[in-house]
T-cell receptor, first 113, second 114 residues
Framework: EAGVTQSPTHLIKTRGQQATLRCSPI?????VYWYQQALGLGLQFLLWYDEGEERNRGNFPPRFSGRQFPNYSSELNVNALELEDSALYLCASSSTSGDNEQFFGPGTRLTVL | AQSVAQPEDQVNVAEGNPLTVKCTYS??????LFWYVQYPNRGLQFLLKYITGDNLVKGSYGFEAEFNKSQTSFHLKKPSALVSDSALYFC????????????FGTGTRLQVFP
């Protein structure tokens, strides 16, 4: 069974640009979560999508947004990039049944110059 | 507010020796606790979880964790460390008020020396 996949692996942008990160969940999982892992700040929850709807968001500005598609894959968009947005962005998926632990993808390393 | 704390930034242990990575939690109600491991330039891998039941939880790669309600701790343990266990370890609690969000500790880097 394939795990959570993310693309691209690396992304380099300049300040003010927009970045789009993509995530495909494990087959059968309907929930997708986005986390930011910035140096010195640990893992911070960004967004949670389930069944196509945004269910919760963390303490991030509105320029962080996303969506979930009918096939449960997801996009994270970051507008007006700032230097401090440089981080590893991790996507996780879970099912809605049982104890629904989250399974993580390998991440996208975003570098803002 | 729900939180977890990992008091050690780094733990060093010799190969073959037992290892412990500490985690304490602060939650309202019954905690859902998790351990994840992150290898260099990789995502997080699920190791084990405590939801309810037996206080000693066994997980992947020979790891186990002991839930201690009186000490509000969920320490990760392994009887005999391997060099390949060297990685970054995260303790996490599921935020019951936001249902599915995971709240992570700051991480502990485990270094196993040959």
């Amino acid at each position: 069974e394939a795990g959570v996949t993310q693309s691209p692996t690396h992304l380099i942008k300049t300040r003010g640009q927009q970045a789009t990160l993509r995530c495909s969940p494990i087959s059968g999982h309907t929930s997708v979560y986005w986390y930011q892992q910035a140096l010195g700040l640990g893992l911070q929850f960004l967004l949670w999508y389930d069944e196509g709807e945004e269910r919760n968001r963390g303490n991030f500005p509105p320029r962080f947004s996303g969506r979930q598609f009918p096939n449960y894959s997801s996009e994270l968009n970051v507008n007006a990039l700032e230097l401090e947005d440089s981080a590893l962005y991790l996507c996780a998926s879970s099912s809605t049944s049982g104890d629904n632990e989250q399974f993580f993808g390998p991440g996208t390393r975003l570098t803002v110059l | 507010a729900q939180s977890v704390a990992q008091p050690e930034d780094q733990v060093n242990v010799a190969e073959g020796n037992p290892l412990t990575v500490k985690c304490t939690y602060s939650v309202s109600g019954n905690p859902y606790l998790f351990w994840y491991v992150q290898y260099p330039n990789r995502g997080l891998q699920f190791l084990l979880k405590y939801i309810t039941g037996d206080n000693l939880v066994k997980g992947s790669y020979g790891f186990e964790a002991e839930f201690n309600k009186s000490q509000t701790s969920f320490h990760l343990k392994k009887p005999s460390a391997l060099v390949s266990d060297s990685a970054l370890y995260f303790c996490a609690v599921r935020d019951l008020y936001n249902t599915d969000k995971l709240i992570f500790g700051t991480g502990t880097r485990l270094q196993v020396f040959p």
